[in-house]
């Protein structure tokens, strides 16, 4: 991912955040056959590391030989927040050019592969997160050998994170009217979740 002063940041809250609000995300891993990518939803762990935070996921067998994961194997991880086009004729002063906004993450891991009883924890836990906000939340725990035996269809993984780029392009280059011009027009352009956000990122102070 090109870098740009303008547009990179370093803060690991924002890159947890990302991924805790875009769960699903792109693994992208380099095998004997070439480059694989699979899609998979993982959780953010909090850690005592350098670089605070690792995912916990799992992959459907046999994902797990076709990307070919192993304890110490190098997993590329990109995470997905609210992107869109934007018209210059927001900008209301003149000829621009379009751009497009985005908010997107690059995240180097090192694979752990964990125990089928690790990985049935992990499952646990992944429903219970998604279910918590449910008026009659689905309970793996309830199921059974139901649960177990479908958990064991899969392959636990926890990534141990070494580095990260993120970049939050929001016409940082653009003088402030104009990015007043854009949070204007995207909810009506049909994009207010990164109207929304690029309001939260102008009024983070």
């Not at 693994?27 to 916990?56: C, W």
């Not at 621009?96 to 049935?120: A, D, K, M």
């Not at 949070?183 to 352009?189: D, F």
Request: overall charge negative.
């Amino acid at each position: 991912m090109l870098s740009n002063p303008y547009f990179c940041t370093k803060d690991q809250q924002t890159a947890m955040a990302l991924i805790e609000n875009n769960p699903w995300v792109t693994m992208v891993s380099s095998t004997s056959q070439g480059l694989v990518a699979s899609h998979y939803a993982v959780l953010v762990e909090e850690t005592s590391q350098e670089v605070g935070f690792s995912l916990v996921g799992h992959v459907g067998k046999p994902d797990d030989k076709i990307l070919q994961l192993k304890d110490g194997s190098e997993l590329l991880v990109i995470a997905q927040g609210p992107h869109g086009y934007i018209s210059p004729s927001w900008y209301g002063d003149g000829s621009h050019i379009p751009t497009w906004n985005h908010v997107t993450g690059h995240f180097w891991y090192r694979v752990e592969i964990l125990s089928q009883e690790e990985n049935f924890e992990f499952l646990v836990a992944m429903v219970d997160h998604f279910e918590k906000a449910r008026e009659n939340p689905c309970d793996l725990r309830k199921e059974g050998e139901q649960a177990v035996d479908y958990a064991k269809g899969t392959v636990g993984i926890r990534l141990h994170i070494e580095r990260f780029e993120l970049r939050e392009k929001l016409n940082q280059n653009r003088p402030f009217h104009h990015v007043s011009g854009v949070i204007e027009n995207l909810p009506e352009s049909g994009n207010p979740q990164l109207g929304a956000y690029m309001k939260r990122y102008y009024h983070k102070d």
